[in-house]
Every structure is written in C-alpha cells, then in structure tokens.
C-alpha cells in the first residue's frame, strides 16, 4: 500500500462527500491561481496506480473516513459505486450520523474490503494524523507487471519510490524523490519520502552563471480567446433572459405591473450590465501582450542533465525538453544548458494529468522561442566564444564526451562549490538560506532537519529574518534575428573571398580572331618547322584551338574565337563546353609525341608572342617551340612559370570535373592516392603527365560507365514518378468534371421547372407572358418590374 499523509486543513463531512463527484473543486472559486482545477486527481490518480483507495481526515471538532473500493463493487456486482463515508466526533469518537443502521452498514463494509479490520485499526489511522487538522490517503491493491511485480519498486531503494524496469537517462523520470526535488519551481513545502526528508531544489539557483530574459509576447492567447467566448455565451443567455422579461412586460400592459415582475426586469437589465462588462474586460485582457521570465543557466554537476523546465504556477509540467542547437547531434553549443520558465494559468493551460499543455501550437512555439533565447544566453556569457572542450575540462569533464557526471576529485568539487551557492531551506520557517561556500557543506553531510538557527552566516541565522536570495542579471535578447546575422555574415565572407581574387594577379584565357592566326605565325614559319601545329576548326560552333608542343611535353591549348560571331547562345555555349571537355579529355588521353632532350638535340624553349594591335581588341599569348633567336630571351624562371600556372589551370578544371562525380575523399583504387588533394598536390602531375592521362582516362571512363548510367536512371526514375503522378491527377480531375457535369445538369433541370412554374404564376396574375421560349421568361419578368404596372402593383398587394 501507499500511505500519503498531508498536514494541511483537512475537510468536513460535507467537504469529503463532495471529492467523490468527478469535476468537483473549490479551487476554481479562489482568487489564487491554483493548478488543480477539475477536481478528477484524486479519483483518476489513485485508481490508476491502485484498485482501491481509504481517505481519513481531521477538521475542528470532527473525523471523518471516505471509502472507494472497485473491489467491493466487483465482488458485490453493483451497478453503481457505493461510497461508504462514516464520520466520528475527535473528543468523544462518537459517531455522526442521523440513521445508526447506515453507519454500522458501512463500517463493516469497510472491516470487510480495507486493510483495517476493527474500529481500533480505524481510529489508529486518525491518530497517525498528529495535528489538530490533516489528511492521510492509502492506496491498496497496488496494479501488477506483467511480470507479477508491483509497478512501484519501494525494495530496491529504501529510502526512494521507483518506476520498476524504467531505468533511464533522466531520474526525474523514475526516482519519485529526485522528481519531487524539482516538482516545484518555488518549493514553498516539505516532502517526507520513506521517512526521509527531500532535498528540494530552487532550480534558478542551482545553475552556474544562471541569467534570466523577459520575453515580452501578444502570441499566447488560446486562454484569453476561450474565455472572452465564455463570456460572450453568458451575455447572450442574459439578453435573452431579458428579452423574455420584457415580452411578459409588454403582454401585462393593461394589467398594472407586480413589484416581482419589476424586479425579475431589474434583475435581468442589471445581469446583462454585468456580463457586458466582464466581456469588455476579457477582451481588454486579450489584446494585452504579456511577459515571461525565462531562466537559463548552466549545469555543471552533471551536463547530461540538461533542457527546459516548464512550469504551470509553480507545478512542473514537462522537463528535459531539448531545444535549438541541443536537437543538433554532437553539437556542444548548448550542452549542460537548462532553462527554465514558468507560465501563469490564464497564459497556456495544462492538461488534466499535468503532463502536457492544451494548446501543442502554443506550446511548440514557446519552445521555438526558448531555443533562440539559448543562443542569446550563450552569447552573453561568452559561452559559444570559447573553446567548449576546454570550458567542461576546468570543471572535470575530460576530453570524452560520454562522461555525464563530473570527476569526484576535490579540486573540481571545490571548483563547482565556489561557483554555484550552496542554498538550504529551513524546517520551520520555510526560507532558502545561503550558506558560505565551504567543502563543510556537501549534500552528504546536510542533516534530515536543517533550521535557520544552525547558519554559520550571524545574518541569517534567525528564522525572524528576511529571506535573501542571489541576485540573477538580467539579459536582453538581439533585435536583430540570427537568420540576418548570419545572412549578414555569409554575405561579408563573400565580399571578402571576391576581393581577394581581385588582388590575386591571374593570367585569364584570352580570344583571338581566326583571321589574325595567320599574321601571328606567319613570322615564325621558319624557326618553327621542328614545331607540331593541330588546329581545328569547328564550324558549328566557329571555334578553333590551337595545340603547341613544347620540349617538355606539356601542351597548352587555347580556344580562338571567331569574330564574325560574336553574340553565343546560351545553347551553343552549353555545346562547346561540352566538346571542349571531350576534346580536352581525348588530347589528355592520347600519347603525345616526345621529343628527348640531349646534346646533339637543339635548346627548345617556348616563347610567348603578344597582339598588340588594338583594333583587334584582342590579347593573346602563343606559346611556340623553335630554334629562334627571340626565344633566347627567355629565361627559365618565366618559362616554369608558365609551365606551373597551365598546370595549376588543368589541375583546377580537372578537380571541378572530379569532385562533380566523385566524393571528395573516396577516388578509385585506380589512382593510387586515398583523396583528390593528393592526385592535385602530386608531382607526378608534372612529371609525368602521361601516367596521369591514363588514370584520368580510366576515371572518365568510370563517369561514363557507371555515374552517367546511374545517372540515367534516376533521372528516368523520376520521369516516371511525373508520368504517374500527372495520370492519377487526369483520373481525378476526370473524375470531378464528371460531378459537376452532373451537378450542372440537374440546377439545369430545376431552372426550367422554375421557368414553368413563373409562366403559370403570370397567366394566374394576368400579367402575361413571353411568346416565345421559356428561357424568355427571365427578360420579360425583368421588364415588368421596371414598368410601373399597375396591375402587377396589385397583384402583389393580394
């Protein structure tokens, strides 16, 4: 059994007999905004974790004993619940009752289905209430596992209540004392669990650099927009309990009023006064924005203990709800973070079992907004500046991030003490006290009864004084959302990487016209005979290149444009590009020719000849190989320049080729290096750009073989999913124009009938009627209303 015993008030005779009756409460009556309002705990809680329940309870001069059983029920196969409630006088345990044979009936219906079998069993159970006034609830019949066990564990922990087989990350889930310890965002009570004292915790305080926000809002109205409906259903029952009074006030004109009838009128005016201004002042109260205080701070004791707290007045409702960038995996932006809220009754209602809000949209939004706000506190904190690897490690968490708990070392419990006050609540007089930060003061070593008389602090060591708490800095959320900053952000970086190129010298592929190639080497025919010329020209697309071989067998090709077009299509541009890519991968593939340098070989350089016409409009850098005497002007820095940045270009465009089909850090085994960079920071890329053409040769043909067929196929895939999808659409438009096909024809077909049955009317008014058609009818009736007809005038008077 569970035994739950509450030094409160107690209840009266009449008082109990009421909390059988579901949706009973006087709560909803008081001005406090108390979070009990249906009047269903009692009932739906005990028989949720027990088949049966027996309250006893103390009030001024009377005890009084209420007895719900589903097992006396069964057993006596009752169709309605029988509820024995016996009452008793506190000095003389005499009985209060007017019918003596219904009391011993029920007193021995509660000997014969409760745990307490005689009256001196019974009356041991007031006496448990050691107050003048209080109540003790027992819950027996406790529900079963499957398993046969008990769904609450009270052997595994003595001095705790379990959930049994729900072991899991947060304990609030399962330890019914470390759930207690936060149930309430002000602990103003004392909790006794197995004889054991709870240490409650005042969770704003109990956080490291804790910070709190006030978030203004107009968006939570769901509460407000159900009652001004409320109230306007009540001014409108008014106004008809008015309207009805006045209708008997008009009947009784010739009969002289009564004063009853006077007041029933009064009373009804006065009533909808009333309830027209509770509903002014409910739709003044809608249209109030309201403010929340958010909480946030940082758990350093155990950072898996982390999320929001949301609580409904003072009650919490749902805990451990992760938000903003602790929904992100291995993200230590918010790690440890909790943050705390507690939301007044009129703002988010909960629902009935305390467990989640009414209103989800409300609700995920509050978290939306609680996630934007963490951000907020981890900025003003420095948090997110820093290195948060470090951050945890000056507070015992090494470098593994699966640690929960914090190192038991000393150091870092010194660490955590100074950093975060140590708070106690006082027995008698209920104020949080703070006490000096001293490694005297452990959790282990606090006793069950603490009192303001045993703080060291001579300021605070009387339960007479004022209770001081730490003092939490306020904080202001950004105007500016995150989205622009990072769009700000984003857009700076860009500016940045642009300018950057702008500085950079890079030598851009130029244009040359067809019709000036033969100017440019018409000079350099002789010293160029040992020189391999290709040039293609391509008619489609007016585009020739032009292929130079130089000594060290590396090949520029540069693309000349043809003057005569100038204005490419988009199209066209597209083909180029593509045969550019074909071209450039045949000549990268292909075995050029070699030509071997030695002594008897003469000294081939290349040579850069420039246009400098400027009519042509045009610049251009030709790379020649030949025995000339301007070659010689050259020297062999320019010449590996040269060399370096065609191989830089090459290795570039190949790279966008490449990374286009392949993941950046997963090439063929082919290749012989593990990622791209490798392939493009190698120098067998400029020694021996053979090899290379090969295994660039095996890659292409990879691209084609198998990501091109792949390719293919999704996008057939999808084409196939559209074929689908616009069929089934076909089937259902066809389908509705099928409906309203038929829709139209029969408001075709009641038109007519109307048409008919007008003509009847007119002949019957002698009014006449069109000569022609039916669907004549509609003007000629349009034209004798605009006539001033006597006759219809008439007619219409009859």
């Known amino acids: 059994m569970l035994c739950f015993l509450d030094d409160g008030c107690g209840m009266s005779p009449e008082e109990a007999s009421d909390i059988i009756y579901f949706g009973t409460s006087k709560k909803r009556l008081s001005t406090l905004k108390f979070i009990g309002q249906y009047g269903n705990g009692l009932k739906s809680g005990s028989m949720r974790i027990g088949k049966d329940f027996i309250l006893f309870t103390k009030k001024e001069e009377t005890m009084t004993c209420v007895f719900f059983s589903q097992t006396f029920c069964e057993r006596e196969g009752l169709s309605e619940v029988v509820v024995p409630i016996p009452s008793w006088l506190t000095r003389t345990r005499e009985s209060v009752t007017d019918d003596p044979q219904k009391f011993s009936t029920e007193l021995s219906i509660i000997y014969k289905y409760s745990p307490f079998k005689t009256e001196a069993e019974l009356m041991q159970q007031f006496n448990v209430i050691y107050g003048k006034c209080g109540t003790l609830l ?9 398993s046969g066990e008990p769904e609450l564990d009270v052997k595994t922990d003595r001095e705790d209540i379990l959930m049994a087989g729900a072991l899991g ?7 019914f004392r470390a759930y207690t310890s936060v149930l309430y965002f002000d602990p103003w009570m004392r909790i006794f669990i197995q004889a054991k004292r709870v240490r409650t915790k005042y969770l704003c305080y109990c956080l490291y650099r804790p910070r709190k926000y006030l978030y203004v809002t107009s968006s939570f109205k769901g509460a407000f927009k159900c009652e001004v409906k409320k109230a306007e259903e009540a001014v409108k029952r ?23 009838a006077k ?18 002042e409910k739709q003044r109260e809608l249209k109030k924005a309201r403010t929340l205080t958010l909480f946030f701070g940082v758990n350093i004791e155990n950072r898996s203990q982390a999320g929001m707290f949301i609580y409904s007045s003072n009650r919490l409702i749902k805990m451990h709800e992760k938000v903003g960038p602790q929904l992100k995996l291995k993200s230590l932006l918010g790690e440890g973070v909790v943050g705390i809220v507690n939301i007044p009754l009129e703002i988010m209602e909960p629902s009935h079992n305390k467990q989640e809000f009414l209103n989800v949209h409300e609700y995920n939004h509050l978290l939306k907004v609680m996630g934007q706000y963490l951000v907020q506190y981890c900025k003003d904190t420095g948090i997110s500046n820093r290195n948060l690897t470090l951050f945890w490690n000056e507070f015992g968490y090494p470098d593994n991030k699966d640690m929960e708990k914090s190192s038991d070392s000393v150091q870092y419990q010194r660490r955590q003490a100074m950093a975060i006050p140590c708070m106690i609540q006082c027995d008698l007089c209920l104020k949080w006290r703070v006490l000096p930060p001293s490694t005297n003061y452990q959790e282990k070593e606090f006793f069950d009864i603490w009192i303001c008389a045993n703080n060291p602090n001579l300021s605070e060591n009387s ?15 950004s105007t500016v959302s995150q989205s622009k900053n990072e769009k700000d952000r984003q857009l700076r970086e860009s500016v940045q990487r642009y300018q950057n190129q702008l500085v950079e010298p890079r030598q851009q592929p130029q244009f040359i016209p067809v019709n000036r190639i033969t100017e440019l080497t018409s000079p350099f025919q002789a010293s160029t005979s040992k020189a391999s010329w290709e040039m293609k020209r391509k008619r489609s697309q007016n585009l020739a290149s032009i292929e130079v071989e130089t000594s060290n067998s590396n090949s520029d090709i ?6 005569s077009d100038t204005d490419v299509p988009l199209k066209q541009e597209k083909k180029e590009v593509s045969l550019m890519k074909k ?19 003469p000294n081939w350089e290349s040579m850069p000849v420039e246009d400098l016409n400027p009519s042509s409009g045009y610049k251009a850098r030709v790379s020649v190989s030949g025995d000339c005497k301007v070659a010689s002007s050259l020297t062999e820095s320019s010449q590996s320049t040269s060399v370096k940045e065609t191989v830089r270009k090459l290795t570039s465009n190949l790279r966008e080729i490449l990374l286009y089909f392949f993941p950046e850090y997963q090439l063929p085994s082919e290749f012989g290096q593990a990622s791209l960079e490798e392939l493009t920071a190698c120098s067998e890329l400029e020694q021996c750009p053979e090899q290379t053409n090969k295994k660039l040769k095996m890659c292409f043909n990879q691209i084609c073989d198998v990501y091109m067929v792949q390719y293919e196929k999704k996008l057939k895939r999808r084409i196939q999913s559209v074929i689908c999808d616009a069929n089934k659409r076909a089937v259902v438009n066809e389908v509705s124009l099928g409906q309203c096909e038929k829709k139209r024809k029969l408001t075709e077909d009641k038109l007519n009938k109307l048409r008919v049955k007008l003509a009847v009317l007119l002949q019957k008014l002698q009014l006449g009627g069109p000569a022609g058609d039916l669907e004549q009818i ?10 001033d007809n006597l006759l219809f005038q008439k007619a219409f008077c009859k």
Request: aromatic share 4%; charged share 30%.
């Open 558 to 563: 540069i693309p000349i444009l043809d003057e």
């Open 263 to 280: 007041d029933v009128l009064q009373k009804a005016l006065e009533d909808v006064k009333a309830k027209q201004k509770v509903l002014q």
């Open 238 to 260: 008014a106004e008809l309990i008015l309207k009805e009074a006045q209708i008997k006030v008009n009947h009784s004109d010739r009969t002289p009023l009564s004063s009853s």
């Open 583 to 601: 071209e450039e991968k045949q000549e990268l593939c292909s075995d050029t020719p070699e030509i071997n340098r030695n002594s008897s070989s």
């Open 169 to 175: 990350d947060f304990p609030e889930r399962w330890s």
């Open 138 to 146: 027992v819950v027996y019949n406790l529900k079963l596992l499957l």
């Open 778 to 787: 509609d003007a000629y009736l349009e034209a004798l209303l605009k006539e």
């Open 463 to 477: 339960c007479h004084r004022t209770e001081h708490l730490p003092s939490i800095p306020l904080g202001t959320m």
